[in-house]
């Protein structure tokens, strides 16, 4: 009986070290699923691939994100998913010719070439205008600085279980993306006319309200005012 209590106990440790050292993962992934569903505007969605080179080019990362792309039918999903694999291709190209390149110093100019080459295929064989070829700039420009933004949230991430406060410079690169994250979740229908997405942003508002002080809390609020109108159609 006592054999039998203490292989269960066993079990239960192992299953739990296996979370533990899964929990990273799992929840990035959920986060990249999320970010690469959102349309921000004229059909752009230029944060996936910025999101999947700050985690190091992880494979989990490209799967879920190809998972959350094809999820969302209202976006081009071929453009997106052959920016995301070339990118994924020609960071893993770079890293293993030139190990002596930081990923950090490549990964931004990947993600404007990538974005601005299959930006510009995609709109020179349809009637394109000039704001056609000035929005694939824009987008390849927002997917290069997000790529920074996405990195300031993992080092958030990271530190928040040991460091208690943070500043307010360093609260915005996390609310930038966690308001992107909230925004990918779309309309989802609820009951009584009500969205999954602005319940989100009203929970985390009034959690902020009774944790954090006024500054914070006025600019969580900010943010997800943004987030609860990012994606509507």
Known sequence: MEQQLAANISIKERIKTIFEKAK???????FSFLISR???TNGISPFSQAFLLSTGNNYFILLTSLLGIISN??????KYILMLLFSSVVQTFITLTFPGIKKD????FILFFSSFIFGLIFVIFTDYVIFDILLVILESFISSVFFFICKNFLWFLENKPVKRYFTYEELTAPLIVF?????????IPLPFNLALKNICCIYIIL???IYANLGTTAQIA??????AGLGND
């Open 179 to 187: 308001c992107i994250i909230i925004s990918g979740i779309g309309n």
């Open 73 to 78: 039918n209202k976006l081009n999903q071929y």
């Open 24 to 30: 990273p993962y799992l929840l990035k992934g959920i």
């Open 207 to 209: 959690t902020a309200s």
């Open 222 to 227: 900010v943010f997800m005012g943004i987030a």
């Open 105 to 108: 110093k490549s990964a931004p």
């Open 38 to 40: 959102l349309i921000i």
